[in-house]
Structures are given as structure tokens and as C-alpha cells.
């Protein structure tokens, strides 16, 4: 068992290839297999609140802040860029990122202060 800084309990994953995640004796198969693994690991029971490190041999490559946020992600790849975090329909969560105005509005909302 892994434990974080301040004594939490914390997943270890095994990455292999590019398709292959296992932790606590559950394997995945997947495009996303971090994510897949992190709702296998809540439907076995694992407490949902529980951060994990995806490792690849002796190098952390991912932490996840708990298994609940990952599993409401999924993953799509996008034509000429990087890939695309969305929610899953029907699991609500917060938002990713902080939201930002586009640069359009926040220069035209300033200048009505100003």
C-alpha cells in the first residue's frame, strides 16, 4: 500500500504500452486506460476520494487527485492537437479548468469599465 504525504492511502497503477493499466488486481484494456481503471477500481469498491499514480516502471507519470474525478472523464482525440477532457453524460462534476472569457468579451467588458 502507497501513502501521499500526509499518510493517505494511495493507488499505485502499472502503465504498459500505450493501452494496459492495473492496479489493485484490476486490469484494463483501453484508449483511456487510466480512466477506465479509475471506474472499475470505484465499481469494486475502492472509496472514490482515493488519489492515484499511474507509473510507468520507476517513473511517476500521471497523478490523479481521486478516483471519482477521473472516472467522470473521458477522452477523445482531437484531428491536429491535443487530446479533449470532457465529462461523461450523466456525471456531473466541476469544471477542469478555471473558465475564461473569450478575449473578445474580457477586452470589451474592461474597456465599459474603464
Do not use: Y
Not at 44 to 66: F, I, K, M, N, Q
Amino acid at each position: 500500500m502507497t501513502h501521499d504525504c500526509c499518510g493517505r492511502d494511495v493507488i499505485r497503477a502499472e502503465l504498459t504500452g500505450t493501452n494496459h493499466a492495473e492496479a489493485r488486481g484490476i486490469t484494463v484494456r483501453s484508449p483511456s486506460p487510466v480512466l477506465d481503471l479509475a471506474r472499475k477500481l470505484m465499481a469494486a469498491g475502492h472509496d472514490p476520494a482515493t488519489p492515484l499514480e499511474a507509473w510507468r516502471e520507476s517513473t511517476l507519470c500521471l497523478t490523479v487527485r481521486s478516483i471519482r474525478e477521473a472516472a467522470r472523464l473521458r477522452v477523445t482525440a482531437a484531428v491536429n492537437g491535443p487530446p479533449i477532457f470532457s465529462s461523461m453524460q450523466g456525471m456531473a462534476g466541476a469544471p477542469l479548468v478555471r473558465q475564461n472569457l473569450p478575449a473578445a468579451l474580457a477586452t470589451a467588458r474592461f474597456q465599459k469599465a474603464a
